[in-house]
């Protein structure tokens, strides 16, 4: 199968994808809620175990560029199940961690291992013709988000219960379990290129997949903002919810997480709106959203109800504009697609471990007040490309070279 199948997928071929790439991504974000634990476990400090989730993403954009764009050149399945099956074999390795450094080894292993999700998005975008792409991948994306979001939840609940490790035991035998369905299940998706390049070549025409293509360095940058600001936010609030006079623990900060996920609803909404309408009114909105949530969450003192407000919009904007950012990007030569993913995926999780980053440092020198303005100020960073005027436009008739 290339390119798109003249049968389009079923809706349980589509849930297992969207669920497959929930629950692997997931991998990336139990560490969250759970910092404060973490920290407390091996002594260290906060700042310091903050480094998990740093390590954990710049491990998982190192193999967006070295690992996604063999798919444009290997059979996809097979990556999909290969990466999964390693991924489970990463979190039994951090679920065994005897030390803080070990850990972060593992961390960082376990983001480089967890890239299926990142194969499994553009493989979507394969089945389907151009007319409900933004439709298709909007679903997957749905359970991707699903899973980053419910991922805290489940961690902070289980963390409480059973001890951060086993968050990481049961998150394997997961896994593990969909790899060996999606073995099972998945069609055989074989690349466009007649003649596939040799390994090397292939990440030397990143570059020039950056330079010939417009559109993905515009949405590559605004994607890069808004994930950003979302990881100022998720790397932060265990910490200020441990800071308010309930002194809140990780149960909490995994709830949470549920209101995250009503956020994640946008996507498929999205997703129909960047198949009608013009990117900049779609990216536009979603960011002004995530800007505002920033506001009234740095206005909402020790009230957790207006916090959980806030984290509803900020997600619903993230994950709108994310969409968005995808449906136009997957637009373009098909031929490119998992380079292309591969792009923007780097750009986007090198922002989110700027995000992280920067928050904790925030958290350190400025406390709540501080991350709110970061994660405003980084959200609205992600508006400035929408307004460079475009010398190629944006819509579908222009992108689709296929």
Known sequence: MSAHSSHPPGPSLVGLLAVSAGATVANLYYSQPILETIARQFSVSTSAASLV??????????????????????ERRRLIVMTSAISALMLVAVALSP????????????????????????????LVGIESRGRVVGMVMSGLLVGILLSRAFSGLLAAAAGWRAVYWTSAGLVLGLSILLRCRLP???????????????LASLWDV?????????????????????????TTLVFHLASLPGHYGSNVAGLFGLFGAAGALAAPVA??????????????????????????????????AAL????VLMDAGVQGSHISNQTRIFALNATLRNRVNSVYMVTYFIGGAFGSAIGSWAWAHGGWPGVCWCGGALGAAGLLPLLIPRSVPDDKSRADRR
């Open 53 to 74: 989730v740093t390590l954990t993403q710049l491990g998982y954009a190192l193999s967006l560029l070295l690992v996604v764009p063999l798919g444009d050149i290997l």
């Open 188 to 202: 055989s998706q074989r690349p466009d290129n007649e003649l596939p390049p040799h390994y090397g070549q292939l």
């Open 210 to 234: 950056v330079r010939s293509q417009p559109v993905l360095r515009r949405h590559s940058a605004i994607g890069a903002c808004g994930f950003g600001a979302f990881s100022v936010f998720w």
């Open 271 to 304: 997703g129909r709106l960047a198949d009608r309408h013009d990117a900049r009114l779609v990216n536009g909105t979603a960011l002004l959203l995530v800007v505002a949530a920033f506001v009234l969450m740095g206005a909402a003192g020790h009230s957790l």
């Open 308 to 311: 959980a407000a806030g984290v």
């Open 99 to 126: 030390g803080f450094r070990y850990m972060l080894l593992t961390s960082f292993l376990l983001g480089a291992a967890s890239v299926a999700p990142q194969l499994v998005v553009p493989y979507s975008a394969g």
